[in-house]
């Protein structure tokens, strides 16, 4: 499909992002995700290559670019399966909280690490008690003096083990509700702070994810992200870019599925034809191809609208309700077409649908997605 939202520009940096990707880290994934981890030389050369945080201003250390260079970068890197360099997430869900809510002094103090990827972060919402309703959090920061004092746990943390700030959903008014949280940014090596489990998954082998652990950790006043008991208030209007961005890295994935899926039901010879031949199987391969043609029609007018600053809330979870699960649908569709070899390490379809499964739940669940949909409409 011939998509019209990239100039020249975004082609060319696409292109340069490509070779890099082939060249530097593809390569290397392999063995990152039999070490579980993706080494932090890695990140700082994406960094170092422009393709952490484009739209950071100059002051900050970036370029300045439009969404449309995340969208590259997304595309890209879910489209090789690299998983595990998740720089969407440090770069388009994690930073833009420290950019809109910051200070300029806490800006100028980490904005220019986040896009030479020396400062890598992390966003501590999840806890072992409550996942999806995130008014329940149970981890504090309690002002005491110039200092909160921060107590909690929270799990499943990506770029838990590697992160050198950590934006922490705390309540900072316990009597409060939702109306008690607040982000407070936790750096590495401050004392109270450590990190739990690196935690094994069913995919996403080279992610770190980590549980962090908060005992009595005394955290500067200056670290609050914007004003205290906003923190709810801040994720709701951030909320909207993640679920896009995670909704972008299902659809590139499905694509890729549909695309290495084709090339060997081609190839694959049975009964002497290409498995591809069989009436069954091209149907198959058709009514993938055209839910993710339409999946793709989907994404790109939000990403116009996210642009254009439209409100996206409901349409943005009707595509991070949808999106994920056709990821889910192609990626099992596609191991079938494989046969034997689709459940094979060697072949990559294999990675790649255990790969997809998580994203209907993180960034908030198909479910999660279907109740705000069903909210907005009334019902
Ligand atoms: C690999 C991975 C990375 C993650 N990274 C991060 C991170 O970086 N930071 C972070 O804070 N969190 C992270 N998470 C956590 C993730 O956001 C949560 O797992 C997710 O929000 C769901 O919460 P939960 O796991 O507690 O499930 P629960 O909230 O316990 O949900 C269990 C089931 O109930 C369903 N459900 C919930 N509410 C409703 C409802 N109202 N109606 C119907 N069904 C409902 C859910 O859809 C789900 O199927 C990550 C998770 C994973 C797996």
């Not at 990152?32 to 981890?37: A, H, Q, S, V």
């Not at 960034?363 to 279907?370: D, F, I, R």
Request: aromatic share 10%.
């Amino acid at each position: 499909m011939e998509r019209t939202l990239f100039k020249e520009e975004h082609i060319i940096f696409r292109d340069s992002l490509k070779k890099f990707l082939d060249k530097e880290i593809s390569p290397q994934f392999e063995q990152w995700e039999k070490d579980g981890i993706v080494p932090r030389e890695a990140w700082r050369k994406m960094g170092e290559n422009g393709f952490l945080c484009p739209w950071l201003e100059g002051k900050y250390g970036g370029p300045g670019a439009d969404f449309l260079y995340s969208v590259a970068i997304c595309e890209e890197l879910f489209y090789r399966g690299i998983t595990g360099l998740v720089a969407p997430l440090h770069s388009d869900i994690i930073v833009p909280y420290i950019h809109s809510f910051g200070s300029e002094e806490q800006k100028m103090k980490w904005l220019p690490g986040c896009a030479s990827g020396s400062t890598l972060t992390a966003i501590a919402m999840t806890e072992p008690n409550t996942g999806s309703d995130l008014a329940a959090i149970r981890t504090t920061a309690i002002r005491d003096g110039d200092h909160y004092v921060v107590n909690g746990q929270k799990t499943f943390i990506s770029i838990g083990i590697l992160s050198d700030l950590v934006i922490v959903v705390a309540k900072t008014d316990t009597k409060a509700g939702y109306k008690g949280i607040s982000l407070v940014c936790v750096e590495a090596g401050t004392p109270g702070f450590s990190r739990g489990r690196h935690l094994e998954k069913m995919g996403w082998h080279s992610q770190d994810t980590a549980e962090l652990v908060f005992e009595d950790c005394r955290v500067p006043v200056s670290n609050l992200l914007g004003v205290e008991g906003k923190g709810f208030y801040y994720l709701m209007q951030k909320l909207q870019q993640e679920r896009l961005v995670a909704s972008m890295m299902a659809q590139s994935m499905a694509e890729a599925m549909l695309d290495m899926t084709v090339k060997y039901c081609k190839e694959r010879m049975i009964f002497g034809s290409p498995v591809s031949s069989f009436q069954h199987n091209t149907f198959k391969i058709v009514e993938m191809a055209t839910e993710i043609e339409l999946g793709r029609t989907f994404i790109d007018s939000l990403i116009v609208d996210h642009m254009a600053g439209k409100d996206i809330t409901k349409k943005v979870s009707m595509a991070k309700a949808w999106i994920p699960e056709l990821a889910n649908r192609v990626a099992y569709h596609c191991v079938q077409l494989h046969g034997g070899y689709g459940y094979m390490e060697e072949y990559p379809i294999c990675r790649f649908a255990r790969d997809a499964r998580v994203i209907s739940i993180f960034a908030g669940t198909t479910e999660v997605m279907k109740v705000i949909i069903g909210r907005m409409m009334g019902l």
